[in-house]
């Protein structure tokens, strides 16, 4: 089955229950309050799987502690010329050149709104990450939109401003533009909900003291470490190496993590930071946490592992912090880093 093929059969999946749930309650070593938010667990789901809004309460319902829809623009558009997913089984990666395909605000905010209004209790935070159309020239004015209209009913934004498939979209990760996105954003909230910035993994050490001024400054509430990359590491096949887009899975979660450790030494406790790249087992969860991670986020190795993954990583994460002494995973975050 062509990958977008078996997205589209494991959304329906969720949609419709097919997927089942789970059962077991997350152990208490798990629980962490961060930025106002409570998660029984902090694995969560990345942003690019449900990039509509169309599954997640079955997606929290499989276990994950929070999920994070989109990326979302203002306007609906159909991304870049299909094939632009391709897997690479044998090192567990993917690369994607998606670019920003989504139904736009209004879509998601529809989903979101009857989602509330069924007043039924979600399993965890629900988080929208937001972006700008590619014809858009004021990027500003897009991820003030996504605020001012998504605000009112998630838990907490995402400024996506990593993305290698927009083009100019990773240029927002200069200092002073960053600055300017992040306090525009803040501005256009119509409540007070925390906002986080997601980052490129391909940024020099200059660049990630810049962004940590910027968030400093604007008081935004976390940093996610990180987006796909565009780098190429040894050991790819060649002719899939040379498709443009984002690398994620299995190549990613050494430079991911390494940046992680340094943004970490950067803010320690002051910016919490959500960890993202490479995730496939409890392992590389815990060494995300060690590195300075709050929480944690995976796509690609669902793709090859399945939901049952979930478990495993609560499961294996919970005995690595209790073997090693922790009884709350918040006295681990960092320490590794430190
Ligand atoms: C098919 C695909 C689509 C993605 N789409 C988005 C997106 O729309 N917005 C975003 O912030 N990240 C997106 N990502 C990046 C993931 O959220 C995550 O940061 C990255 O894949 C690294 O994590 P992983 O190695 O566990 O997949 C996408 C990743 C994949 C594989």
Do not use: C
């Not at 969560?44 to 599954?55: M, R, S, T, Y």
């Not at 879509?107 to 159309?133: D, Q, V, Y």
């Amino acid at each position: 089955m062509s990958p977008e093929r078996a997205h589209r059969v494991t959304i329906f999946a969720l949609k419709t229950g097919l997927a089942g749930a789970t059962k077991a309650p997350d152990d208490p070593v798990l629980a962490i309050r961060r930025f106002g938010l409570d998660f029984s667990n902090p694995v969560g789901l990345a942003a690019g799987f449900d990039k509509n809004a169309e599954v997640p309460e079955a997606i929290l319902r499989q276990g994950f502690g929070f999920t994070e829809f989109g990326t979302v623009t203002p306007k609906a558009q159909p991304g870049n010329p299909r094939p632009r997913i391709f897997r690479l089984p044998a090192q567990r990666a993917v690369i994607n050149r998606l670019g920003f395909n989504n139904e736009g605000l209004e879509a998601a905010f529809a989903r979101i709104a009857t989602l509330r209004a069924s007043g039924r209790a979600m399993a965890g935070p629900i988080g929208g990450n937001i972006g700008r159309n590619k014809d858009q020239a004021d990027a500003v004015a897009d991820y003030a939109a996504g605020s001012a209209r998504l605000s009112p009913l998630v838990d907490y934004l995402t400024v996506n401003v990593s993305s290698p498939n927009t083009p100019g979209l990773r240029a927002l990760q200069g200092r002073a533009i960053l600055t300017e996105l992040l306090s525009a954003v803040l501005a256009a909230r119509q409540r007070p909900i925390p906002v986080l910035v997601k980052i490129a993994p391909d940024l020099t050490d200059d660049d990630l003291e810049d962004i940590v001024r910027a968030v400093i400054d604007t008081q935004t509430s976390g940093i996610i470490v990180s987006n796909t990359t565009i780098a190429r590491p040894a050991g790819l096949p060649p002719k899939l190496a040379a498709e443009a887009g984002g690398l994620s899975g299995a190549p990613l979660f050494a430079p991911s993590t390494e940046m992680l450790r340094k943004v970490y030494r950067l803010v320690e406790d002051a910016v919490p930071l959500v960890g993202v790249g490479g995730i496939s087992g409890p392992d590389e969860a815990y060494e995300k946490v060690r590195a300075g991670a709050s929480l944690v986020q995976l796509y690609t190795a669902l793709i090859y592992e399945g939901p049952g993954l979930v478990d495993r990583i609560k499961q294996g994460l919970a005995a690595r912090l209790k073997a090693d002494g922790f009884s709350k995973i918040s006295d681990a975050v960092g320490i590794d880093a430190r």
